[in-house]
């Protein structure tokens, strides 16, 4: 049985996620911050992901119960309050770095340190079309996203001699609580005119392509940033 760890998995894009690979029978702990309504199938582990006790607790607890870690999904983020890179300071800084960036960096350190004994392992970062361009407003979350890149193919260049591969997920707009928050933050802005589809995704258009990168059908690929975006980055 493949045994799947997705961080922020009780709401939107993890969700979904944690819905797909427990319908493909597999073992979900969904980790998260707040004891609600599991995505069926799922069991839930407490976790904030900027503290490092939380996550190695987490990996821990979810190789005891479960026997193995295959496949985790490191999805918990934040997109902070809107202002210019003149109105920031090192708390609001610290606000989405801290989830964003450190959260990956703490959780990929731990999920590898159980892979590489494992000698196999699956981690896919959720990052952002904003991880690969600008986007005046919201600097912060941007820089985090192309930070979670950078923190992606690095630990692909370290995990690929262990049999662990590291990709990520960048996704474009999608329909899910963030997007609501960032659009009621920001109702000048038309985040899906600038999707060549039309419209924002789905978190389950997500997940199928994190259930893709997270499987043997995706054997050969390390080191990815994989768009999933409408055609959001095409032009
Ligand atoms: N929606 C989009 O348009 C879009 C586009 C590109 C990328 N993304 C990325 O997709 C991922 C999922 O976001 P979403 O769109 O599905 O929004 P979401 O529903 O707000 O999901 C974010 C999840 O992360 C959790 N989380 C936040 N801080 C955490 C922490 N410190 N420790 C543990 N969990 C934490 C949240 O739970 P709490 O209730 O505890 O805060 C929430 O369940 C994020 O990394 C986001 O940046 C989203």
Redesign the pocket.
């Known amino acids: 049985m493949t045994t799947v760890l997705i961080?922020?998995g009780?709401?939107?894009?993890?969700r979904a996620t944690a819905a797909a690979f427990a319908g493909q029978g597999a073992d979900v702990v969904v980790?998260?911050?707040?004891d609600a309504e599991l995505p069926a199938g799922a069991v839930f582990m407490h976790?904030?992901?900027?503290q490092e006790d939380d996550i190695r607790q987490l990996v821990d607890d979810t190789v005891t119960r479960f026997g193995s870690l295959d496949v985790a999904v490191n999805?918990?983020?934040?997109?902070g309050a809107p202002g210019a890179v003149t109105e920031q300071s090192a708390d609001s800084y610290a606000q989405i770095f801290d989830?964003?960036v450190l959260?990956t960096l703490l959780s990929m350190k731990h999920e590898m340190r159980v892979m590489f004994e494992q000698g196999h392992g699956s981690i896919v970062n959720?990052?952002?079309?904003?991880g690969h361009q600008g986007a005046a407003g919201t600097s912060i979350y941007v820089a985090s996203k192309h930070a979670v890149d950078g923190l992606t193919r690095s630990a692909a260049l370290e995990a690929a001699g262990h049999g662990v591969r590291v990709n990520a997920i960048a996704?474009?707009?999608?329909e899910?609580?963030?997007?609501q928050r960032y659009e009621s933050t920001r109702p000048e802005t038309d985040l899906r005119a600038s999707v060549p589809l039309g419209r924002?995704g789905t978190?389950e258009e997500i997940a199928k392509a994190v259930l893709f990168l997270g499987s043997d059908a995706a054997s050969f690929m390390t080191g990815e940033v994989m768009f999933v975006d409408g055609g959001a980055s095409a032009g």
Do not use: K, Y
């Not at 959720?126 to 904003?130: A, D, G, I, P, T």
């Not at 996704?171 to 999608?174: A, E, L, R, V």
């Not at 899910?176 to 997007?179: A, E, I």
């Open positions: 961080t922020g009780l709401t939107g894009i993890g980790a998260g911050r707040h976790a904030d992901v900027r999805n918990a983020g934040t997109e989830t964003n959260g959720v990052s952002s079309v904003l996704p474009g707009p999608i899910t609580p963030m997007l924002a978190p």
